[in-house]
């Protein structure tokens, strides 16, 4: 699994794989501040919670006292033993003298029936059949929700039953003021007792979600000061705290690759498109226009500068010697075609004064340096697009000339062609002409009113052609018959050897083949 994971890694660009490198990197970093970024939101949660609570055993303390005001005042009357008549008094005395913070009282005989009342609005006795006594109403006091009238009723009763006090507190003298504390907003305050739940405070819809909710016991338990905060603003800074490692280790991931990509990767991008368009000697190397501010790559740019100045230079001086050496080769083939031009016309001279023997030997040393003034000619003609000798060409100039200075008894011998298109060599051209040479001049001389195909087919291994020499018509043991058949056969041996193949012939019917090679 590993190696498939290099290469897909090393076929990457090099901007990818920086950004790679570098997000790694900084990978660790990045979750270092993370976690620090956790612990920070999960402190400053603590905190906010600690400061909720704060604020709400706060508003507890606040409703505790007004509470305690209304337990005390009915406390006080109910274990005094004297007239519930002076008790009454006494009551709407210190409501006279100090009015302010006393909640309204009221006397109740066991029947029921009012007996008094200090001030405020009229106390209807109030059915505590639906609040039973609980541990804390020891004393025979109790705390009443009053959710209809939005009233707080605190009562006690004589140990004998024969007197009840209650007195009635507001609930709006227990709603705070502000909205919120400890950077929590306060969405909801309520008192709660049972079933029965009180509004103090509501800020927003009634089914809110996503709210911090504490509760604090009221009148030792009798009731329950329930606080909700909105979490939604801390939910949002915890938010950003968490995400702004990630977005710090991204940015500087992203800043490191630009940084990288705009000062190394893309001058040397454009360093790279300008070489790729330099056409060599043919062109001046331009350099592209750098804006950035590493100097190395501007070393650089200026040494490819250098450098294709100086192979500029070099191509300058090979291509000028390139033509002197062109010009001397086109020379020594030229003084070469000429001097067998020479040669030839030289024997050819010497065999006008001979007869018989001689001038059949004149003649056909004539041939063979015809021969190869034709394989020289054709590599000549094939020189400068440097393909080969073509063996149809060759073939062709070598028939005719054959022709031409075929014996008196083969004159006019005809000679065909049957060859595909393929190149050779000079060091193949050469045996091949020579070796076309022979066996045609055989041919003539052992048939020489029959009629001659010279043919080359393509071999079933590449690179190869198989060439065949042959006649029609051959008279029985003509060749056999012959006086030159022994040196004939040492020449085509040798001949052959060049090739490295065997020849087939075929004395009886006059055939000869052997396989060449050829160029692609």
């Known amino acids: 699994m590993k190696r498939p994971v290099k290469i897909v890694f090393a076929r990457l660009s090099t901007g990818t794989k920086m950004l790679l490198i570098l997000s790694a990197a900084l990978l660790p970093l990045g979750f270092i501040a993370l976690l620090t970024s956790l612990d920070m939101a999960r402190s400053a949660s603590a905190e906010r919670r600690t400061a909720a609570e704060a604020a709400t055993a706060m508003h507890a303390a606040t409703a505790q006292a007004v509470i305690d005001r209304g337990l005390f005042a009915v406390r006080a009357a109910a274990s005094s033993q004297r007239d519930p008549a002076y008790l009454c008094d006494v009551i709407a005395r210190q409501v006279r003298l100090s009015p302010e913070g006393r909640p309204p009282v009221a006397m109740f005989d066991p029947f029921g029936r009012k007996l008094c009342q200090s001030h405020g609005a009229p106390i209807g006795r109030l059915a505590v059949a639906n609040s039973p006594l609980t541990a804390a109403d020891a004393h025979h006091e109790r705390v009443l929700l009053d959710v209809r009238r939005r009233l707080i009723r605190t009562t006690a009763e004589r140990a004998d039953g024969s007197l009840t006090v209650e007195a009635d507190i507001a609930a709006d003298a227990i709603r705070p003021a502000g909205g919120g504390d400890g950077g929590l907003p306060l969405a909801r305050l309520t008192l709660e007792q049972g079933p029965a739940r009180l509004v103090l405070l509501e800020h927003g819809r009634p089914g809110d979600a996503d709210l911090l909710r504490l509760s604090h016991p009221l009148a030792g338990g009798r009731i329950a000061l329930v606080a909700e905060y909105r979490l939604a603003p801390a939910r949002a800074r915890t938010a950003l705290l968490v995400m702004l490692p990630i977005l710090m280790w991204a940015a500087a991931a992203w800043t490191g690759w630009f940084i990288v990509n705009r000062l190394l990767l893309f001058p040397l991008a454009q360093l790279k498109q300008a070489i790729d368009s330099w056409q060599g000697g043919r062109t001046a190397f331009r350099l592209p226009r750098l804006t950035t501010p590493s100097h190395e790559i501007r070393d650089l740019a200026d040494s490819f500068a250098a450098a294709a100045a100086r192979i500029n230079e070099h191509d300058s001086e090979l291509e000028e010697g390139l033509a002197r050496q062109t010009k001397l080769t086109r020379e020594v083939h030229h003084r070469v075609k000429n001097n067998l031009q020479v040669v030839s016309s030289l024997i050819n001279l010497h065999a006008r004064g001979a007869e018989g023997p001689v001038a059949a030997a004149y003649a056909a040393i004539q ?112 060749i056999d018959a012959y006086p030159g058949i022994a040196r004939f056969d040492r020449v085509v041996t040798g001949i052959a050897r060049q090739f490295r193949a065997p020849l087939s012939q075929d004395l009886e019917t006059g055939r000869f083949g052997i396989r060449i090679p050829t160029l692609d």
Do not use: K, W
């Open 367 to 478: 041939r063979r340096v015809d021969a190869l003034a034709v394989v020289h000619r054709n590599h000549y003609a094939e020189l400068e697009e440097n393909r080969g000798v073509a063996m149809r060409a060759l073939a062709g100039e070598l028939a005719t000339s054959l022709r031409a200075s075929a014996p008196a008894s083969a004159t006019g011998m005809p000679i065909a062609l049957n060859m595909i298109d393929a190149y050779v060599t000079q060091d193949v051209a050469v045996p091949v002409a020579f070796l076309i040479t022979e066996v045609v001049e055989l041919l003539m001389h052992c048939n020489p009113r029959g009629s001659v195909l010279i043919s080359l087919e393509a071999a079933d291994e590449p690179g190869r052609a198989d060439l065949r020499i042959e006649t029609v018509g051959m008279p029985d043991a003509a």
